[in-house]
């Protein structure tokens, strides 16, 4: 698929030599574009040049006819469709650290479609993922080291970049109709490599489930921009990103043993409040040791008894924060910590913003 990277070089490259350009011709048009687009120093308007232009070529689904969508899919496929004919400028503040770019696409060409995980980026490109789900037809999925997988309607993939993968239309695919999505935020980067971890890259998307519905919207929003500000675009992201935490959890967990040791402990933790329950005092109420705990705990999990403890507390003032208008010392002490300034440091480093800057964006 036609991504932008920090020079759009591997995007113009795929665009131009699909239009029967040479490599010369290719080659100028490097040397005109390289200029102040590294990942240190991104050009906020160069790069909405190139996310817009990924809804003007000529695989987006309204320029290429494809396979007929599944019957639950083909709503969705004919109302993206419908919007892809007239995507709208991005506004200013549109940038890769604010916002992210997609669409919807049709491929047919098996030549044209095989992407590399270790070849997508230049040197000074930040690192991203995708999303990508399948809306009719099928292609392949392949983690190096493993057999591909057919990922068809219903079916979608997280893939990091850079990481060893590789996902491509093979010749007896009838074609491959997808949306998809790119996206630079860090932390949410962080959080989705984690679960790639965790889970494996790819996930079921049925059309009913929240996974689809926020994918679906973020391509939407991708092709008109129909977010108020930076901010609505933002919690879009996180909706997304927790969809897809809340999938794997639930995919690993199905016998709900996980969620239930998970439900107990926060229970404990806000019954607590503002102390904090000892990891001891949990264990004993399990009827283990310490470190028996903690190796259960984590196994089942993936987080340490401590950690989640802060995360439960922190989700608490998130919600106070929000809901009420107590100052920060109130919070702060209702919650468990020490002081405003141990408050804020530990806040920061989960929400990756201020308790005030969380308050004025969500409040």
Known sequence: MDRPTGSFVAHKEQLLVGAGLSSPDVLQLQRRRTSGVGASSPNPALWRDGSREVLTSGVVACNSPGPVPPPEWALAVKQLTELSRAPEPAPAWWTPRTAYFGSLETRTDPTSCHWDGMNRLGRMDPPLFFFQFTLAGWGYFQVHGKGPRQVGPGAGFFAVVPSEHRYFLPEESPGWTFGWLGVYHPYLLARVRRQVAMG???????????????????????????????????????????????????????SGEREALLDAVRTRIMASL?????????????????????????????STPARFATEVRIQEAARMLVETRAPLKQIASACGFANTNHFCRVFRRFQHLSPASYRRAFG
């Open 274 to 302: 503002p102390s904090a329950p000892a990891v001891h005092a949990l264990a004993a109420e399990h009827g283990m040791t310490r470190s028996h705990f903690s190796h259960y705990f984590r196994n089942r999990t993936g």
């Open 200 to 254: 494996g890259p790819v996930v079921e998307t049925p059309p009913t489930g929240a996974l689809a519905a926020s994918a679906l919207r973020l391509v939407r929003g991708a092709i008109k921009k129909d977010f108020r500000d930076r901010y609505e675009v933002e919690m879009a992201l996180f909706e997304f990103v927790m969809a897809y935490e809340r999938w794997t959890h639930q995919a690993s967990d199905r």
